[in-house]
């Protein structure tokens, strides 16, 4: 349903408020850099279910993805599922073959831009900050997107929407926003580190013995500090059915490799607008566009 006419509609003033945001949002994006199209100008009701169930699998002796090939967005180191059981079923299969697996829920997800993408009320559950971080996120998806290139995409998105949302709420002068998006800023580059130095370990293991095993036990033995990050619950990897393996290392690494370099490629530029434009020239015909911004520094 059109958010505007919802707006209209609602007599629930916190409701209306986050919906007032949703389009204000919008259309502050529009003017800074995003390609908005028609997405976001409705909701869709997801209230109490997860919009997207998401199936990842890698190979437990090495840190690569287990991938699948599409027209347009290219390779995918992940399938989607709308029921829970379907992916259970799914990532079953991929198990007996010997593969690591890991599912998880997905509060959205992006058309880049084929379609007019609805904005899903679970999301509403969030403060205004991650209302705004969802948005922001998501629309840049359907603004740079690099085929096959999933980890750059989603670390992308997650270091453009943070410098979009502190522009946002700096124009308001929200400065419980700005401490808010502020903590989690730092806690999401701390992952990162943490998340880029676990690679390094587990390639440096893999290529000495391919040791499945050991590979487990590396991501076992920093359980603390994913634990101190956020990173996993006060269960996980303690119990069989909560093992961390390969598969959900690269799921949680996807939105966080090489952020720092991308947030200092992005904080060189007066704006997110100039800065995307100059990156759709470095990576296009690319196949790393991490070595493409590494090799081509922007100008000073």
Known sequence: MPIERLIGETQDEERRGQLELILEAREWAANNGLDVGGSYASLAD????????????????????????????????????????????????????????????????????????????????????????????????????????IAFNETLASAVSGRLTEEFFSERRDDEALELLDERARRWLAQARLCDELAERLTAHFEASGDGAGGKEILRSAIPELRELKLVGPADGDSPGAELNNAWFLAVWRYRRGARGLVDYLASFDSVAAALEDLKVRVEGTEDPYAALADRPPPS
Do not use: C, K, M
């Open 46 to 149: 997801t209230a109490g279910r997860a919009t997207a169930h998401v199936v990842t699998a890698a190979y437990s002796d090495r840190l690569e993805p287990f991938e699948w090939n599409y027209p347009i967005v290219g390779r995918i180191p992940y399938r989607g599922y709308f029921e829970r059981e379907s992916a259970d079923a799914f990532a079953a299969e991929l198990a007996a073959d010997g593969l690591d697996t890991y599912v998880v829920e997905a509060s959205g997800y992006s058309t880049l831009g084929w379609f007019d993408d609805p904005f899903p009320t679970g999301v509403l559950e969030r403060d205004r900050v991650g209302i705004v971080s969802f948005l922001f996120h998501e629309l840049l998806h359907q603004t740079v997107y690099i085929p096959g290139s």
